[in-house]
């Protein structure tokens, strides 16, 4: 069974852990992780990937699990020196053992290759189990327009997300360098020869929303042979985990499990949906989607690998 799997961070990363586990019971099986990389910054003069780096570490089991992201027995002699200096920003942090994989993928990049390419060289150290590719080679970061004295101005995502911890109110999130970037080596493909694709419950707006706005990507989900299935990342009115209460009211979208289901919306109406799991208690009912209510809550690779062979299920009706 070939399995297609969209997902940003954290969260995606432990639906991962849970995909991985579900298709250990299947021989043959092959997983392709398409990683949002609208997160992506550059900073003291290295190349970040927060999401590709989450998703890697974790199905490694080299995560901090503690913290949820960065390297498992970090230190920060490096930061801690950076600061010293005065060198901005200050405000995120970078272990020392993460900088390592910063440094090869800046390294690669600067050489001429493709961040898909530098991606699977990064992976064949961590053996992930799971084929990880970036939405997009492209430079495709995510900008918060955000009021300032009576203007507007845009500030990174990372600044936004990490300094402010979602407390100035967004008034728009734009992708710099969107209009030319193209889906990265193998994402199509991974679409259109999937026996099954999956929307991990990772944030719709700036993680999901975001990957499906690379020109390429929506219409091969559309166009695609393959159902496609998501998981709700709302259990009520608020986030399993992260800030999307923070981001979908800027799309004009409730923060609900049917107003993450109507945005990406019915693909027998132009959307990407197919099957849509809920939380048990939470409600969804959209035309063309056909919804399945189960316990959404990721307590272990085994509980997710059971909402997976759910999603299976669901797309089997």
Do not use: K
């Not at 930061?79 to 090869?104: K, N, Q, R």
């Not at 409600?283 to 062979?309: F, H, K, N, Q, W």
Request: net charge negative.
């Amino acid at each position: 069974m070939r399995i297609t799997v969209l997902a940003g961070g954290v969260g995606g990363a432990r639906f991962l852990q849970g995909v991985r586990a579900y298709a250990a019971g299947l021989p043959g099986s092959e997983i392709t992780a398409i990683i949002n990389t609208g997160d992506d910054v550059t900073m003291h003069g290295l190349r970040i990937c927060p999401d590709l780096d989450s998703v890697m570490y974790t199905l490694a089991g080299a995560v901090d699990t503690e913290r949820g992201w960065g390297r498992e027995g970090e230190s920060w002699r490096i930061m801690d020196e950076l600061t010293e200096y005065g060198a901005e920003p200050t405000w995120f942090s970078l272990g020392d053992l993460d900088i390592a994989t910063h440094l090869v993928r800046t390294q690669m990049l600067a050489a001429g290759y493709p961040l898909s390419d530098v991606t699977a060289a990064l992976c064949q150290r961590w053996q992930t189990g799971v084929r990880m590719l970036p939405m997009t080679d492209e430079r495709c970061e995510t900008h918060v327009v955000i009021a300032d004295h009576g203007s507007r101005r845009a500030i990174h995502f990372q600044e936004w997300w990490v300094r402010h911890r979602a407390g100035i109110p967004a008034l728009e999130f734009v992708q710099v360098g969107l209009e030319s970037a193209r889906p990265a080596a193998g994402v199509v493909a991974a679409i259109e020869e999937a026996d099954l694709v999956l929307i991990a419950p990772s944030n719709p707006v700036v993680s999901i929303n975001t990957i499906l706005n690379v020109p390429g990507i929506g219409q091969a989900l559309r166009g695609g042979p393959a159902p496609v299935v998501g998981l709700s990342p709302i259990i009520g009115d608020a986030p399993v985990r992260g800030m999307a209460d923070a981001c979908l009211p800027v799309l004009g979208v409730q923060t609900s499990a049917a107003g993450v289901a109507g945005l990406y919306g019915a693909r027998s109406a132009g959307g990407v949906l197919d099957g849509w799991l809920i939380h048990t208690g939470d409600t969804a009912e959209l035309p063309g989607i056909a919804v399945l209510a189960r316990d959404l809550l990721m307590t272990s690779a085994e509980a997710t690998a059971a909402m997976v062979a759910d999603a299976v299920r669901l797309a089997g009706r």
